[in-house]
């Protein structure tokens, strides 16, 4: 395997990185995901200068995570990551997350280029071809079809959130895990108490800056003796634009 | 020297800890900061059993941050912290901050006990005289006089931040790091795009919870040619109480 094309980090569950169960959060987990992807990005040196130098970027689109467990505050989880497969409009990155030698989750990422002159998504270039690990295969086979809308979002209220400072990243937008913490912020709290939300698949449809506010709608769309499926829309308030669209499954306890 | 009365942890510089500069935030260099304080304190087992018998906690009361340089996204800051001395009723934690070998900042707290049976602070006991280093002396000699509050604090219109859910700490509680956080989120833009917060005192004076709001107050108190000094309050809304005092410091740019 073209070891240029796997990577592999380590991340030390800190104190302020976990939940009150000890454990590290759902959102930490999608830190450590956006981080190791943006390290290996970064490490695949001709590949990001190639692209930069046609002033396209990745944008992430998709990104579903399926946890079995969460690592313990201490704890240290290996991530390892790999450009998957390739298509004419998005390229696909895969995850495998370890606590030593046990599997304790899978993720895939579904991401588009983006021309930051043109203000748009472009196709992804030719030359990406050769930046695919196809031997590494594939954690979690999603298709990435459209996540459904909230039916008779209507008759919701929405949770408002006003974007802090310290929601920014490093390019002045909001760091796309404070998304789905708003979005699982809108959940009641007696689901929190009793049950965890395991599963996340999420689709950033636009972003959001500094002064603006957004409304995060939940609804539960599925519910048995052992699980509960939550569909989740995050709106911009100014304009009504659909920023983030979620479905979570969550696993009673 | 008793090694069991010194610790040190690397941290890596993750993105979603950086601000727009790719430098670590201060309110990440706090995360840092409580993180290895917690560790230590845990490392220190003797202690930490007895005094959990005895059912008592350590609770910060002041946290003194001086930095001369922030670390960049990836780059490795090193922790040094130790037990520097011990009153009747609170106890000094200092810290060292490293970038390999070049000193990037000193910090320096202090700790009161905390009967979690009785909800009360009651004196430190005796048998934590032996936890102490004075052997590392301390980094920021800070007496820990009273900060200042905000003058005509009713001309000021409060910022106001609810408690979300991913505010919590594994104790329930909203970790202290945010209150920084809300505190600096209500210094004006131009300040931000201008000037870097470079030391914060902070004294943390009572806690908060989910459902809770505060209301974050600040006033430039100071400004010359290079700095600005920035007095900061956070209080809560329900009842007025006082959450938390802050005065940082501002290099200009």
Redesign the interface.
């Known amino acids: 395997m073209d070891r240029e094309l796997f990577w592999k980090e380590t991340f030390k569950v800190?104190?302020?990185e976990?939940?009150?169960?000890?454990r590290a959060?759902i959102?930490s987990i999608c830190?450590y995901l956006?981080?190791s992807a943006?390290?290996h990005a970064v490490a695949m040196k001709v590949a990001m200068d190639t692209l930069l130098k046609a002033n396209m970027t990745w944008v992430l689109s998709r990104l579903h995570i399926r946890m079995e467990k969460f690592p313990y505050?201490?704890q240290v989880m290996t991530i390892e990551t790999w450009p998957a497969t390739k298509e004419a409009h998005h390229a696909v990155r895969d995850f495998r997350l370890m606590v030593g030698d046990e599997l304790v989750g899978v993720a895939t990422s579904s991401w588009m280029m983006f021309d930051f002159v043109k203000r748009r998504p472009v196709p992804i270039p030719d030359f990406m071809d050769r930046y695919q690990n196809r031997e590494a295969g594939r954690t979690l086979h999603d298709p990435f079809d459209p996540l459904p809308e909230i039916p008779d979002r209507d008759g919701l209220k929405g949770l408002r959130f006003r974007v802090?400072?310290?929601d920014?990243?490093?390019?002045?937008h909001v760091?796309a895990?404070h998304y789905l913490?708003w979005a699982?912020?809108s959940v009641p709290?007696d689901i929190?108490k009793s049950a965890v939300a395991h599963e996340v698949e999420i689709n950033y449809r636009s972003e959001c800056h500094?002064g603006d506010a957004v409304l995060s709608y939940s609804r539960v769309h599925e519910e048995s003796a052992d699980r509960l499926v939550i569909l989740h829309q995050l709106i911009r308030e100014k304009d009504g634009r659909e920023v983030t669209r979620i479905r979570s499954t969550w696993r009673k306890k």
């Open positions: 800190r104190a302020y976990a939940g009150p169960d000890q959060t959102h830190n956006q981080e943006a390290n505050w201490n802090r400072m310290s920014l990243d490093m390019n002045q760091n895990v913490a699982l912020e709290a929190w500094y």
